[in-house]
């Protein structure tokens, strides 16, 4: 089944416990990108990748990072987490270039930082 | 830059009656416009896409939408509204980033479905 896979779904951390979200597809697609949603602020982009090695800023890039080693995995990294990166995360994959086709999303990942 | 308004926030109707959610956007060239739906604790799923062919789009689930040029508007219509539509929808435009496209997310339009 074609899937974007989200680990782990939800989680609560103290501020300063470094964390990782992991993503993975299996559609073979070359562009991936993380997202965050906040009540009254829709989805805002934090980062996306056109391929592998390739990264670049979205919207809200700050306290985040990712790396793209292979194509499927496309983790987010929280370095030093604080309270206002509480939020609902959404990996998401395309085909092609992001505005060209459609975005698959994962499931969510749910993070509380206390 | 692009940008998408989604006019309500909330929007409730009755089982069998129909629905409209609205969305105006704001673009300087033609866009790519998209409608997903976000089910309770799930992940989003487009809906439809509008990428410059007919301007009234059909999508899943027996919804469709109108691309109207001279009011900048993709509202998202269904004829009679089920109880699993209640859900959460955003209007969605396509934006130029460094020459890549970036899909820019409206806030969300809530709909609740009454029996």
């Known amino acids: 089944e074609a899937q974007v896979t989200q680990n782990p779904r939800y989680l609560i951390t103290v501020t300063g416990k470094k964390l990782t979200v992991t993503c993975s597809q299996n559609?073979?697609?070359?562009?991936m990108s993380w997202y965050r949603q906040d009540p009254g602020l829709g989805l805002r982009q934090i980062y996306y990748?056109?391929?592998?090695?390739?990264?670049d800023k979205g919207d809200v890039p700050e306290g985040y990072k990712v790396s793209r080693k292979e194509k499927r995995n496309f983790p987010l990294i929280l370095e030093s987490p604080s309270p206002n990166q509480t939020s609902l995360y959404f990996c998401?994959?395309?085909?092609?270039?992001?505005?060209?086709?459609?975005?698959?999303f994962g499931e969510g990942s749910r993070l509380t930082v206390l | 830059a692009q940008s998408v308004t989604q006019l309500d926030s909330h929007v409730s109707v009755s089982e069998g009656t129909p629905v409209l959610l609205r969305c105006n956007y704001s673009?300087?060239?033609?866009?790519?416009l998209f409608w997903y739906v976000q089910h309770p604790n799930k992940g989003l799923q487009l809906l439809l896409k509008?990428?410059?062919?007919?301007?009234l789009v059909k999508g899943i689930n027996g919804f469709e939408a109108e691309f109207k040029k001279s009011e900048t508007s993709f509202h998202l219509t269904k004829p009679s509204a089920h109880m699993s539509d209640a859900a959460e929808y955003f209007c969605?435009?396509?934006?130029?980033?460094?020459?890549?496209?970036?899909?820019?997310f409206g806030t969300g339009t809530r709909l609740l479905v009454s029996p």
């Open positions: 509008y990428t410059s062919a007919a301007t």
């Open positions: 969605v435009v396509s934006d130029l980033h460094r020459r890549f496209q970036k899909l820019v």
């Open positions: 673009s300087s060239y033609s866009p790519s």
């Open positions: 559609m073979n697609h070359e562009y």
């Open positions: 998401a994959s395309s085909l092609r270039r992001a505005g060209a086709g459609e975005l698959f």
């Open positions: 990748s056109m391929n592998v090695e390739v990264t």
